[in-house]
């Protein structure tokens, strides 16, 4: 029998989204709604495409809800219609660091002719996209693949992707089709007007139903750091996702793009949603009560089912001392990839399960460390600014903020709307639960609170002279 | 596991067991299947060596391949693709990170974090655990420049320097003399905090037993001086504080005094004159109270430079002269230099030119004895433009040209920048437009 500690080691594993196994719906907890629920919603209202944006911290579970998403677009009950979903990983094409809006385009129609012949048999005509593509072929096909004769669009995947790591053949794919964006897009849409007729024509799912139309699923977008000859980082984003978005949101068919959390919490987020239409940003999951910081059930409930259901045939109890559960699932902050990685990090230092409260102080300690050398000295005022803060509030735009976001020492979580209707999809922001712990951030909260009590003796004086 | 390991706050920076991290280490390798990423911090290349031995020689049924860089990679993973062996070793350690971010500053946005960030996806081809042996500002440059791809680490391993080891340098970086740090470039400074400070997390970690405070302090104070020195004054009085803090814990008075004293001149050099005094006076007190001679001028010539910038020439006046009477009751003839250029400077502002001129010339004799090319450049200078105000413009000459000199050879920038200038005044003052037009080349 395999080492249990092992088992839990592999199964909670960082790096790979929730499969259907191990994926666990944490809607109350989360406060807003789930991707899978929410996008089926708008899809029911819709009069046209939609195009979706959707956010979340690194590593919050977004990969996890849009497989999810994937899975229940295919096997919808009535009387929800079911879809096509295709989903792109945009890290599989194209270059964090080099990207244009023509190399997104040529990816997903590139996903497109592939998923269609994989999973649904269907081969598109000839076209002008694959004319095109035989025009380009030369720049990253090797002579003898040349010979081969024409490149079919549903079998160019494995060669498209090729020019991820060739930034010359890139360049020069690049410069032919550039030139030829808008009767590109016309052609992509066309393309997508073909293979909706083939769908409708090719029962799928158990019940043997016909697609409504094709959901294009494009993860991992908000990665792009820089657009090809634009500044690095918020610049290129903006770029991208605003300056562009007439590609981003041209094509016939629904989409949802990724998009950086730094983005949509920027001064240009109001922009986006003119631009797009319905957005999600996926919130932690809450361990705490806005304001009264009391422990959230519901949300340390959510992460319980969440790891038992990796868990096998062990239960909580076996694997856990119940003090070291409630501390790491505590300390998580409800981030899941960070829970991941506690739990792993517990494992190596527990002797036997169930694992004991040292071996979690001990794995905690290891992001106890990370922080307190990698924090920005100038950060700690200001997170402990947001932690006194009443609202919980972030100012939009400021940059110090954003990068934060970005590494994690402050948390976004939404309240669900219950007893006041129009707080719902609020966001508000908490400082990373470990770093509030430390030191350095004990120590700035407390000046901070000092120096409140100064301003207030000093009003208090002066309204004193006033009288 | 009993309940007495439970640590008591979980949240300090706790002292790292060795032998802990090791075996927690070693177990993460043997539970891992497929792709992991590891990360182990250690800041001593030998460390580093034993250690990477250590974990092999408890996994003799795994094969590990080390790849050893020793020099710069901007592509790790397709410096990977062309090294790891075929087929696979059990696990991959990587070493010698660190050519390839030579400079900590800057280091999260240097191209081989960026694109570790980029490839993180690619990493899972190897199917095999990647451990990372790396030092802290590699580590803490992946995490903020590289967030996706450290998201998705394992765990992160430290290993704190042995105590021996760690004694040895600290003596070393404490030693040094404050015009050394004046005379380090930018990037050194950067390069001397970034060491100071991992050693300093090193201390922190070790067992309470096992720490030094006396060093903490020591280092807690040089870091502020650096701080200092780079203009990042918030920094400086935050480690300065720290040494104080320690110093009183310790009951080091003479510490006590000097931190003060340091603590009085970033305040100083932000024109936080009340605060600059009140730290100085403190000083002075601690340094009567030992009496420590030396200190206690020191301060006298820190509050007169206070007074003075405060205009408050007759009180500047009073601590300098107090100060002097110090220097030569001690026999400190070369400190005496300093405090008499500065004497000159109130003498001038005074208008008492034929004292300051005294002053300087007394100042610039004892410079000269000693050797003390700093002080004597600055003060020719200033004897040099007093001259040139009273238009004796060859004796102004001479002194500026000789100052010039020496500020050239010394690599002072601004000294002789401002020689320059004084030189180009001087000679439109002649009408010699052809020789200024030179010298302001």
Redesign the interface.
Known sequence: MT?P??HI??SC???MPATAEYYYDCVEARGGSALAHEFQRHLTLAKDHLYFLFSGH??CGKSSELEELKRSLQSATPPRSCYFPILL?A??YL???DTTPTDILLAIVTELADTLRREAGIELRDSYLTKRLNEVKEYFLSDVEIEEGELSLGFAKAKIKRLKKDPTARHKVRSVLEPKMSTLLDEINLTFDEARVALKQNKIGAEQRPCADIVIIVDNLE?I?RIANMEEGLVSQRELFLERHIQLAGMNAHFIYTVPLRLVRSADGPQLHQRYGPSLVLPMIKTIERGTRNPCQAGLSSLRELLRKRLGDLTLTDAFDTKALD?LLTYSGGHV?NLM?FV??A?????EIPI????A??A???????Y???I??HHWRKLAELDRSLDQKILNGDNDYLVML???SVLEYINGGDDDPFAEAEPWYAVNP?VR???KFKAAAKELQIEEQKKKSQAAASDEAAL | MSDQLIIDDPFALNPIEEETELRALVRALEFSEGFKLLFARCNQPQQRQRLMEQVQARLPQEKVQVISLSEPVTHLLDTLQEVVRQPSPDAIFITGLEYSLPIAAEAHNAPFIANLNASRNSFFQFDRPLVFWIPEYVLSAIMLGAPDFFSIRSGTYSFVSAPDATSDVATALTAGLESIVDNMTWAEKQERITAINSLLADYEMLPAEQRDKRIEMRLHMRLGNLFHALEQYEQALNHLNQALTISIELQDREYEGWILGNIGIVYASQSQFHQAVSAYEKSLDISRELNDRLSEAHSLVNLGIIHFRQANYKKAEEKYLQALQVYKEIGDESSEGTALANLALVYESLGLLSEAETSYQEGLAISRKFGDHRTEANAMFNLGTLYLEQGKSSEAEVLLNQSLQISHRLGNNKLEKKNLQALAQLRRARGDSEEELKLTQ
């Open positions: 080492d500690l092992k080691y592999n594993d960082p790096y690194i590593g990983n890290s599989e270059d964090d660091y990665k750091r501390f990839r990685t792993q990090n494992c190596t230092y527990a002797d004991p409260l040292a071996a102080q001990k905690i300690q290891q992001t106890v460390r990370n307190s050398t990698a920005p000295e970005e590494n994690l470990i712990e430390l030191q």
